[in-house]
């Protein structure tokens, strides 16, 4: 990729910049509790993995649950829900700018005597990458860190790479370098990635945004927990035999016209064989006469995972399942059910899917680690 490819790719930075990541050498790196809980703004930040199998997903170069102390010297990026947990050492010798959708950090007293000092960029690629996709698009050549992607943005640090002091000024250098040689031990913390949203819906063709808050399973182990965004004005969510269901407020749980979200987590078995077992269990319900029709299993082309549906008929009453299936990267599977009766297909259906669109892998690593490091 060229200057002019990667100054459109990435926005406005300043071309010294675009000069800078040339010839760089590449530092590409990567990695990986159980309860419901409703994620609040805490002391504690939780910054979690999420698996980037579908391109809402939120990817993180690495995990960590990280308590910031009050005396820390850090750096938010206005706009960005991101925070620098800095060197103690760089408490006066560092500032930030930014430039358009990106941020260049640097030392002010280099910068005033040579109008250089820069000790990296962190970019705004206006596009949702894994760190995979990004060396896969031949951005890669610069050094970088990944540190995250949200549905529609890849935030990377890039690194500078020319000379950005005076090389007569022996002081300048050894300060220069020293801080140049202290950004790996930087912490990148994501702030209430969780926080609620408003959400487009659109039941009965009536779109509306509606706010989703967000709940949350925590991981357990290797085992990964689940993210997933719900309307808590018209649903709640339970946990009921190891399975969790989101179901309309104010409807019995046994009533005879169903409506509920089913996730449930299917340990060490791979997502075609969980999804094959529970169609043919389906199968033999059908043969018995529960089930009208049942589809053939899909490979979702826009997501990864796989899905297949069942209907009873097409009573006004009569029961609809659509079953997915997300793959757990070895560890096992995550079923989920949207059940409905037909009546309440673009209602109720409707606003599942709506849901069913954030619902995102979780992992955790351990405390000891730094993020992207």
């Excluded at 960590?64 to 620098?84: F, S």
């Excluded at 779109?207 to 357990?220: D, L, N």
């Excluded at 077992?277 to 899909?298: L, P, V, Y």
């Amino acid at each position: 990729m060229n200057k002019k490819q990667l100054s459109e790719h990435i926005g406005n930075i300043d071309d010294r910049l675009i000069q800078q990541a040339e010839n760089i050498p590449n530092y590409a790196a990567q990695h990986r509790k159980k309860r419901v809980r409703q994620l609040l703004a805490t002391a504690a930040v939780l910054v979690l993995m999420v698996s980037s199998f579908s391109v809402g997903a939120i990817a993180f170069a690495r995990e960590i649950i990280i308590e910031v102390p009050a005396e820390q010297e850090t750096l938010e990026l206005e706009g960005v829900n991101l925070t620098l947990i800095l060197p103690e050492s760089w408490k006066g010798q560092y500032s930030i700018e930014k430039n358009g959708n990106n941020f260049i950090v640097y030392n002010p007293q280099i910068r005033e005597a040579t109008s250089d000092g820069v000790l990296f960029t962190i970019v705004s690629y206006e596009e949702s990458m894994t760190e995979e996709q990004f060396i896969e698009n031949g951005l890669d050549f610069t050094a970088y860190r990944y540190l995250l992607a949200t549905s529609d943005k890849t935030y990377i640090l890039h690194y500078a790479s020319d000379v950005q002091y005076d090389p007569a000024d022996k002081e300048q250098e050894k300060i220069y370098q020293k801080m140049m040689s202290e950004i790996e031990d930087i912490q990148i913390v994501v702030n209430n990635i969780f926080s609620p949203k408003d959400i487009v819906v659109a039941p009965e063709g009536m779109t509306e945004e509606v706010e989703h808050a967000a709940q949350v399973k925590e991981p357990e182990g290797e085992t990964p927990g689940f993210a997933i965004y719900f309307d808590t004005e018209r649903y709640y969510m339970v946990e009921k035999n190891e399975k969790f269901y989101i179901r309309p407020i104010g409807v019995a749980e046994n009533s005879k016209l169903i409506c509920e979200m089913e996730i449930e987590e299917i340990p060490d078995v791979l997502w075609e064989e969980a999804a094959q077992t529970i169609r043919n269990q389906m199968c033999e319900e059908q043969e018995a006469g529960k089930w009208d029709s049942i589809s053939d299993i899909s490979h979702d082309t826009h997501i990864k995972r796989l899905h297949f549906y069942a209907s009873e008929g097409t009573d006004w009453d009569s029961t609809q399942e659509e079953h997915y299936f997300y793959q757990m990267d070895g560890q096992g599977t995550y079923h989920i059910v949207l059940r409905y009766f037909l009546e309440a297909t673009e209602g109720n259906g409707t606003r599942f899917h709506a849901m069913l669109d954030t619902f995102t892998l979780v992992t955790t690593q351990d405390t000891s680690q730094s993020i992207s490091k």
